[in-house]
């Protein structure tokens, strides 16, 4: 079982910077594929990013790219996604999730093991 909890949101300037956090219970951390997603108020859950177990691959949606930053600590169980030149339209519930899978996650964007959400408000 894994259990994943987002931390580190909150409301910021346009064009300023976040840090997200999500702290990872479980054993099998270490060789799951790890990502955020980010859902706006009435808009569908989107992908964000991701990150293989060995850091060999990482991959961002488009939206983000150059903006955003994800990196993982096996040693700590902790996966951080660095948002800078925050915009508006970034605004939305941040999300951590999880799978053994990287196809299931990045391709196919579902997850095995969501966090319960952080909140990011980006004023104009």
């Known amino acids: 079982q894994v259990q994943l909890a987002e931390s580190g949101g909150g409301l910021v300037q346009a064009g300023g910077s976040l840090r997200l956090s999500c702290a990872v219970s479980?054993?099998?951390?270490?060789?799951?594929?790890m990502g955020w997603f980010r859902q706006a108020t009435r808009n569908e859950r989107e992908f964000v990013a991701a990150i293989n177990w060995s850091d060999a691959r990482i991959m961002y949606a488009d939206s983000v790219k150059g903006r955003f930053t994800i990196s993982r600590d096996n040693a700590k169980n902790t996966v951080d996604l660095h948002m800078n030149s925050l915009k508006p339209e970034d605004t939305a519930v941040y999300y951590c999730?999880?799978?053994?899978?990287?196809?299931?996650?990045?391709?196919?964007?579902?997850?095995?093991?969501w966090g319960q959400g952080t909140q990011v408000t980006v004023s104009s």
């Open positions: 999730a999880a799978s053994p899978s990287w196809f299931k996650l990045t391709a196919l964007k579902l997850a095995d093991y």
């Open positions: 479980g054993r099998t951390f270490s060789t799951y594929t």
